[in-house]
């Protein structure tokens, strides 16, 4: 199974990216999406989620209302829509999927299975 996460780079304030995490060697339409975020020094965070029962997305308290995760199940890929991005944004960004996750458990890194590489994404002031 390989996540290929790709989208991140350079941004001003206020600007958007979208990032993409396309799976091979597993459908990811049966399993729970996530992506979290690492800033430098910093622990490795949930910043979004999609519940593979109730298909419902759960957000951090710090992205809400200005982060989107969605999936498209033909093209096997999830999405990130960030947007009013902020220095503070700034970190690695990884997708992850998880068959097991149970709700209480959807923003922990431990209950995710598979893990993108992760890719940039800078925001300048």
């Known amino acids: 199974v390989q996540l290929q996460a790709s989208g991140g780079g350079l941004v001003q304030a206020g600007g958007s990216l979208r990032l993409s995490c396309a799976a091979s060697g597993r459908t990811l339409r049966s399993d729970t999406k996530g992506w979290f975020r690492q800033g430098p020094g910093k622990e490795r965070v949930f910043v979004a989620g999609l519940f593979r029962n109730n298909g419902r997305t759960y957000y951090a308290d710090s992205v809400k209302g200005r982060f989107s995760i969605s999936r498209d199940n033909a093209a096997n890929t999830m999405f990130l829509q960030m947007n009013s991005l902020t220095p503070e944004d700034t970190a690695v960004y990884y997708c992850?999927?998880?068959?097991?996750?149970?709700?209480?458990?959807?923003?922990?890194?431990?209950?995710?299975?598979?893990w993108g590489p992760g890719t940039q994404v800078t925001v300048s002031s």
């Open positions: 992850a999927t998880s068959a097991r996750a149970i709700l209480s458990s959807i923003t922990s890194p431990d209950a995710y299975d598979y």
